[in-house]
């Protein structure tokens, strides 16, 4: 099992990107209002124009900042202007870099809760990210009633009590990390594959409904576990070397 770094350092000035790597990037989405500005003069003409839609001011500026850092990420390994990055959509939303500028080799996938976005980037594989605040008000045993498999479902209802909410939300941000790396979203049925969710098991896919295959083509990574947030990777192939930066609102 791939170890996961103790904490979230600095990027070295020459950053590369081996195929054999998986960066993931921690950014705060609570950025002085200087960097704010300069993050969104990066943007493309409709992501301004999506950040506009936004009612509530607080979600505005989390999506500015998240899509401009994910901009200003890009370009250190790919030594464009931020806002020369032009991004495509596949038919279910996910978003990459447009072939010319090397979507078909450096691929990335973000998420966000709590005022955090982790951004993974990989090269030549596919690669889904997912974090979740561990919310212990919802009905967390009927949601997996809904979605999760029955493997899972049994799983987690065997699980003492005060363990199962976060196994809950491990195997969600699992489930998700997924799906989200296969590009395909919610059209996959999260009920139609297994993951792992106890405690201290290791992440894996374990299975998905008929494909007998699929499950060895995949490795997860558990990115953070704690009493308040739960954040997965999953990429094609073997995870071999992971490394985890801290962005701080360098360009």
Not at 156 to 167: G, M, N
Not at 173 to 178: C, D, I, Q, V
Not at 207 to 234: C, G, H, Q, R, Y
Request: glycine share 4%; aromatic share 10%.
């Amino acid at each position: 099992m791939i170890a996961v770094p103790d904490s979230w350092n600095s990027p070295p000035l020459d950053l590369t990107l081996d195929i054999n790597e998986i960066h993931v990037w921690r950014v705060s989405l609570a950025q002085t209002e200087t960097c704010l500005q300069s993050l969104q003069q990066t943007l493309s003409t409709d992501e301004q124009t999506k950040a506009e839609r936004f009612y509530f001011p607080k979600d505005r500026n989390q999506f500015i900042v998240s899509r401009g850092a994910l901009r200003a990420i890009l370009s250190r390994y790919l030594h464009i202007n931020p806002c020369l990055l032009r991004f495509e959509y596949n038919p279910y939303g996910k978003p990459s870099l447009t072939v010319a500028q090397g979507g078909d080799t450096l691929r990335f996938n973000l998420s966000h809760s709590h005022g955090i976005t982790l951004i993974a980037m990989t090269k030549n594989r596919d690669v889904g990210v997912d974090i979740e605040g561990i919310n212990p008000n919802i009905s967390y045993l009927q949601i997996a009633e809904s979605v999760f498999s029955p493997y899972e479902n049994t799983l987690l209802r065997s699980l003492p009590k005060h363990l199962q909410l976060t196994a809950f939300f491990t195997c969600w941000t699992r489930k998700e990390a997924y799906i989200k790396a296969v590009g395909k979203g919610l059209s996959i049925p999260l009920n139609q594959f297994d993951v792992t969710l106890a405690p201290g098991e290791p992440p894996a896919l374990l299975n998905v409904e008929n494909k007998p295959a699929e499950a060895s083509k995949w490795s997860l990574i558990e990115l953070i576990s704690s009493t308040d947030m739960v954040a997965a990777v999953a990429v094609a192939g073997d995870s071999q070397k992971l490394h985890c930066w801290q962005w701080t609102g360098e360009f």
